[in-house]
Structures are given as C-alpha cells and as structure tokens.
C-alpha cells in the first residue's frame, strides 16, 4: 500500500505550528496527518525519533529561502505572534525559532488535552484568564473611570476613540502617520501632529513636521508645516488656552558652531548636534501660522571644557543652566533596539546607513506640558533623565536671556529634577528618572492636583529594567518659586506616589508611554510600545484594561528611507535578550531565559505613544454621536456581570 501523501494548507500551518491566539492543535497534527510531516508519510508518534528531523512548518513561509522567515514574508495570522515567536528580537524567525515554538505548542497541547489556552502562554500574567482575548477590552470592572479614551496607533494614519468597553465610537482618518501626540480640543476638533515624510536630515524617533486640525467629520481645517533642512517638529504638541499651539522641534548647530559653544571635540561624533528649541503657533488657517513665542535651549549654556570658548563657567554653581558637555547616554541606542524600534513604527531610520555615530539628537524632548495658573511649561527632557521648567510668561528676547518674565530669571531653568548629576549636584546613584516620557502636572480638582506626573521608562535602571509611574512635588516658596539649598539637588528626595507593578516588569516599556490621573483618583498607564492602556485605582487594583488591535497597515519603513533595507541579523545577541531591549521572562519549558511579553507585543506593530481619558462631559463631546462603530473584542464575563458601563 503506497505512503498516504498529505497536502498542507496555509491554514494548517497557522492553526498549528504558529498557535496566534490559541494553544490548541490541529486535529490533524495528532492524527500525524499535518504539521511538519505534510507531503511525506507520517510516522506514528512512537516512531518519530527514527525519521530526521524536518524544517518546521513555519519555515514554509521563507520565501526566498534564506533559512529564516521576516515579517514581509509571514501571512497576517504570523504577524499577529511574529515578536512573540521571534525571541531574540532581530527581526526575523529562524529554524530554531520556529522548532522551539512548535515544540513549545505541542507540549501545551498535552497539557491541556488539546483545549484553548490563555493568549499570552508563559509570559507571567497573573490574571490572564483562560478566555482573555488577545486584543481589545480585557477588563472593565466596577470602581473605572467613566469616559472615553482616545489613541493614535503609531503605524495608522486613524485616530480612535473607544468607550470603556471598546467599541470604537469614532474615528478620523488622515493621510499621515502620527507625528506623535494627539488631543481633543474643547471645541470637538482633532488636533494632531504628523509625520512629514520630507523631514530629511532629521531621523530617529518621534519624527513630526505637521500640526493638522481636523473637524469632528476628519475635514482638516488647518495644517503648519514645521520642516526643512534646520528644523524639524517631534514628539509632542500643546494647545494653549489662547488657541495657540506649542510644538517641540530640533534645530541644527554645526560642528564648527558647537565647538565654539564649548563642546568637548571629543562627544562630537557627527557632523552636527540638534539641540531643542520651543516655539509657540498662532494658527493662520486654513495652512500656516505665526511664530509668536520661542525659546532655545542654545541660548542656556555652560560649560567647564575650554575657557577660550563660549559659554564658560561653573556648572555646578549654575543649575539654570545646561551642560553643552553632559553625555547623552539615554539617547544612545543599540542597531538592534533601533531597528526594534523602526518595526514599532517610532524611529524614522536615517536615508542611508550610517554606521556607529553618536546621536545628534542630544536633548530628546518628548513631552511638553503647560500650566496656566502659573504660565510655565514643563518638558521632558530623555537625553538628560529630567525633567525641566522653564518661564512662559516672557517675551522672546526675555526667553534667550536671564532676566525677566514672572521669575525674574527670563529662559533660564527654573527647576529640573530626575538626574541631579547633570548640574553637577548628585552621582549616577542619585539618578530616579530613566528614559522617561510624559511629565505633565495633575489638572485642578484631582488627586494631587498641581503635582507632577510621569511615566518613568526603566531603561537602563541599575535594578533592572521595569517601567513605573511617578507622583513628584517640587518643592516651592509662599511665593510659588522653586527652592533649593546651595550645590543642593532640587528636591523632592523621594516621589509622594510610585506605581510599579507586583512583577516589576509586567508593563515594561523601554520608550514612549504615559500615565493620566482621572476624575475618581483612578491613574490610566499607557504602556506604549505594548499598545496596553491600563486603568489602576488608589490600592493598584486593575480596573480597566485595553489592548490595542489597530496599526498594521502602515510599511515599517516610510517613503524614502531605504527602499528594500532588511536589517541584518542581530550578533551577540544572547537569550537574554539585546542591550535596551525588554528584561527576560521566566524560563521556557526548555529552560532558555526568554523575554517577557506583555499583551500587545504579539502584535508587534501596534505601538502607541500615549493616550487620553476623556470625561463624559468633556466639551468635545457635547452633542456628538457616539454610537460604537466597531467592536474588537467581547468584554469579559466579570464585566457582563456589572452590565454595560459605557457612559450614556
């Protein structure tokens, strides 16, 4: 009798050797009728060891046969658990990969006798339940904070806005990717940046270049341009009571410009240096606009390097000031974490390769924040683990000085806290801030009201990298001026509120994210390169949880920039994981370290930068329709219980 010969479906090798979303096994698979012995007789389980090991079935899907499979190559239910199955995060999925999932798949299929497992299988999740969908609503319990969040998928020209049991409830659509931050305003328009494609020679992550205002029916009804060969917005944008925009943007400074400005010649490892600069828009609509305000961080300088230069001083006796000289170490980024970084939809690579550099980017200002009651902005600042206030309530030739405004000390800092060795007031162990984005203060009427808030990153934290939310108060007179004492750092000593999870690095997230206190004291976390928005009350109980399921649509790499690049594979790169890269997991069933998974990375590309709780009052809203339009997923049974607590 003549060997049964099998043919094998593209939806077979899905169903079984990927597993995307399910532990179960094709019945074929037991049966030895599929799987890795299509096409061939299949051995009975007993007699498999006798037979050479064949290629695993994910192995099909390499196309031009390099002996690993990228994300180009892999069909859309691969690409839903490409990063989970692409364990050393280089970017493709190699034999060994694919044979230690598969193999990974088929003991969990045991186990469980052919059920359906969790969705996240091994990565530490406390309270995954069995049925938790991979995607969408996970949670929606009693104590949330009613309202509605809004989110911009970093590889999506949409916008969303679901309600708390995430149906999506509108939507607008733009012809750009986001450029990264957007807002409701109280009139009911989108304000949003974007993603100029023509930002040359800029690149690197949080690429902007385009304010947009769109109308609750996606018209655009005003666009500013902020990009050319000196400049370049990124990162973030604040709209103002006044209607004005502030928008974050590098300019640049070359070589020969900031070495005359005091610059070691030795950190100059490029050509140029992009520092920071603020600028305030009146918006000209419909297409344009007029720079009313701005302040440069060149014009706050110091530096101890060469007394012939510019800028020269005590660095310690001037924490108003900026060190030209401070290393830039939070900005430096492995080949590996960049091209990581490329496939979430945040780094813009530049047009061509460029080897090992040094980044130009050397500020990195990835929030801004303002404060009306005090007319002051906060910022963000990456490339120094700080945070920054400066004066707002200057004019412009006040803001390049050291006199005026409200403070009396025109652009100068008027407090800085996270990293006191960049004033020369603290160690590398006094350091509490890594790689942190969004630091904001708490709007009036919240818990904390008029305190700081922010998402402490964890990159590079001397105890392991894991991802927390701070709650800082700055230390002010009766006048309302920050304080310190003398070659003191700014204090507070010690944030008034940290949330970390039980597991440290359950919401790690290396770059991007935020957190947002809410109305009832409830704080949301958005732990952006996951697309995992959480809502956690006052005792850190999860209340509410959402992961995101949009943003593949976009090509990882954007038009222009290195048509056909595929990144090489990653040397070095232990079981561990890259340098910068997510913290190991608890070991597999084999016994390799691996790396911990949040939900949301099995989607790899659904990245987001931060998002927005909107309270069912919010003006924007007032009127609006917001009926769902879309659902992504079926709120879980502890939801169903308490009916449904969408606002009304």
């Given at each position: 009798?003549?060997p049964?010969?099998?043919s094998?479906?593209a ?10 979303g ?7 698979d037991e ?6 012995w299509a096409g ?16 695993p ?13 990228s ?9 839903e658990?490409?990063d989970?199955i ?7 999925i190699?034999?060994d ?21 969790g ?6 999740r ?8 991979r ?5 929606n ?15 999506s ?9 995430g149906?999506v ?17 109280e ?16 690149h690197?992550?949080?690429?902007g270049?385009?304010?947009?205002e ?11 341009d ?6 370049l ?15 974050i ?13 005091g ?16 600028i ?7 297409r344009?606009?007029t ?14 390097h ?10 310690a ?7 030209i000289n401070?290393?830039?170490?939070s ?25 090992v550099?040094?980044?130009a ?22 490339g ?8 707002h ?6 803001a ?12 100068d800092?008027?407090?800085r ?9 603290g160690?590398t ?6 790689a ?12 904390g ?9 964890g ?18 007179d ?6 310190r ?8 000593a ?25 109305p009832n ?40 920039r ?11 790169i232990g079981?561990?994981?890259p ?7 608890p070991?597999s ?6 790396q ?20 069912p ?7 609006k ?24």
């Open positions: 009798m003549r049964r010969e099998t094998l479906s939806a077979c090798v899905v169903a079984i050797a990927l597993s995307v399910s532990s179960a096994l094709c019945a074929h049966l030895g009728e599929c799987s890795a061939q007789q299949a051995p009975s389980p007993a007699n498999r060891q006798d037979h050479a090991e064949p290629e079935p994910i192995m099909r899907f390499d196309r031009d046969r390099d002996g690993r499979v994300r180009n190559e892999a069909p859309e239910q691969l690409k658990s490409f989970r692409d364990t050393n995060d280089d970017g493709f190699d034999k990969e694919a044979r230690r999932h598969a193999e990974t798949v088929r003991a969990r299929g045991r186990q469980q006798g052919g059920a359906r497992g969705p996240w299988p091994g990565d530490g406390p309270d995954a339940g069995a049925r938790t969908p995607s969408g609503l996970l949670r319990e009693q104590g949330a904070s009613e309202g509605y969040t809004l989110f911009a998928p970093l590889r020209t949409t916008t969303y806005l679901i309600d708390m049991r149906n409830v509108h939507s607008w659509k733009s012809d750009y990717t986001p450029g990264c931050a957007v807002y409701l305003l009139s009911g328009n989108l304000l949003r940046a974007a993603r100029e494609p023509g930002g040359q020679p800029f690197g992550g949080g690429l270049g385009k304010i947009q769109m109308e609750w029916d996606g018209t655009v009804v005003w666009e500013f902020y990009v050319d060969d000196q400049h917005q990124h990162h973030d944008i604040e709209p103002l009571p006044n209607g004005n925009v502030l928008l943007a590098w300019e640049t400074k070359s070589r020969a410009e900031v070495i005359a400005a610059r070691d010649p030795a950190l100059m490892k490029r050509r140029d240096l992009w520092p920071d600069h603020i305030e828009v009146k918006p000209d609509r419909p344009g606009g720079i009313v305000w701005e302040w440069h961080v060149w014009d706050h300088l110091i530096q101890d060469d007394p012939a230069k510019a800028n020269f001083g005590v660095v006796d001037h924490p108003e000031l900026i060190d401070f290393p830039q170490s900005v430096q980024l492995s080949p590996q974490e960049q091209r990581r970084l490329e496939a979430l939809g945040y780094i813009v690579p530049p047009p061509q390769p460029q080897g550099q040094g980044s980017n050397w500020n990195h200002t990835n929030a801004i924040a303002y404060n009306a009651a005090l007319d002051q902005i906060v910022l963000s600042v990456l120094f683990n700080e945070i920054w206030v400066i004066d309530s200057t004019t412009t030739e006040q390049a000085g050291h006199t005026g405004g409200r403070s009396g000390k025109g652009g800092l008027l407090y806290w996270g990293n006191p060795r960049a004033y020369r007031a160690t162990a006094d350091r509490q801030l890594f942190h984005h969004d630091a904001h203060w708490i709007a009036p009427g919240l818990r009201a008029g305190h700081l808030l922010v998402f402490n990153n990159r590079a934290r001397p105890d392991g990298q894991y991802s927390s939310v701070l709650e800082i108060v700055p230390p002010m009766e006048r309302g001026w920050y304080t004492a003398a070659r003191a750092a700014f204090g507070p010690k944030p008034a509120w940290v949330y970390t999870a039980p597991e440290k690095n359950h919401f790690y997230s290396g770059n991007i994210s935020g957190a947002q206190r809410l004291g409830n704080t949301l976390v958005c732990s952006g390169e996951h697309g995992w928005f959480f809502e956690i009350d006052a005792d850190g109980r999860t209340v509410w949880e959402y992961v995101n399921p949009f943003g593949s649509e976009q090509p990882e790499h954007p038009p222009g290195r048509p056909g690049f595929r990144p090489a594979p990653r040397p070095g079981p561990g994981g340098p910068g890269g997510p913290p190991p997991g070991p069933a084999d016994g390799r370290p691996r911990h998974r949040p939900p949301g990375m099995d989607g790899g590309p659904k990245a987001v930068f931060r998002t927005a709780r909107l309270a009052d919010h003006p924007g809203l007032a009127g329709d917001l009926k769902p339009s879309e659902t992504r997923s079926v709120a879980p049974a502890n939801d169903r219980e308490h009916g449904d607590r969408s606002p009304p």
